[in-house]
């Protein structure tokens, strides 16, 4: 069955630091999704993307925060000067069109010290 | 008032029994409901996705959407050590493909 895939399973990174943390969502998809899970909370969205563009984004993802589509395979959140508070797993997903499930992959932790 | 309310458990049950999850919402734009369960350090995993209200069975799993009282329930028949996890439920709001979770209810099947 087809999946998506996040590499690298943990990162962890100096405070100030920039992070790129990469997804290969599941080939014939179209919707790309990030969100984020901090400890012990719930699974919040950060940021759509279709057709090589943001089309939502929360409060979140702020100008800290960049998404991109290098290439035809790879989906990639980039965050620059990471802060302690950045620390979380983020999850990487994809959905065939808007309103078909998204499926997920299983998440980069992202450590900040 | 929160978006979308969940028990966050934990829920123990002995292996055969029927588990019963519960998610209430707070708008009523909310269209698609769906239920993720999540092993621990590992991402959500679809289980069930419902558009109206009405009951969707798949397997073991029945997937309940009453919008009228804007609560979704999940259930599990034959529950097994395996379903023990944390299940989500998520939900979007009309004109947004963004999900919006609920806290999770930890499960545990006990052999």
Known sequence: EPEVTQTPSHQVTQMGQEVILRCVPISNHLYFYWYRQILGQKVEFLVSFYNNEISEKSEIFDDQFSVERPDGSNFTLKIRSTKLEDSAMYFCASGGTGSQPQHFGDGTRLSIL | ?111
């Open chain 2, 1 to 111: 008032q929160k978006e979308v309310e969940q028990d966050p458990g934990p829920l123990s049950v002995p292996e055969g029994a029927i588990v019963s999850l519960n998610c209430t919402y707070s708008n009523s734009a909310f269209q698609y409901f769906m239920w993720y369960r999540q092993y621990s350090r590992k991402g959500p995993e679809l289980l069930m996705y419902t558009y109206s209200s009405g009951n969707k069975e798949d397997g073991r799993f029945t997937a309940q959407v009453d919008k009228s009282s804007k609560y979704i329930s999940l259930f599990i028949r034959d529950s097994q050590p395996s379903d023990s996890a944390t299940y989500l439920c998520a939900m979007t709001l009309e004109g947004t493909y963004k999900y919006i979770f609920g806290t999770g209810t930890r499960l545990k099947v006990l052999a």
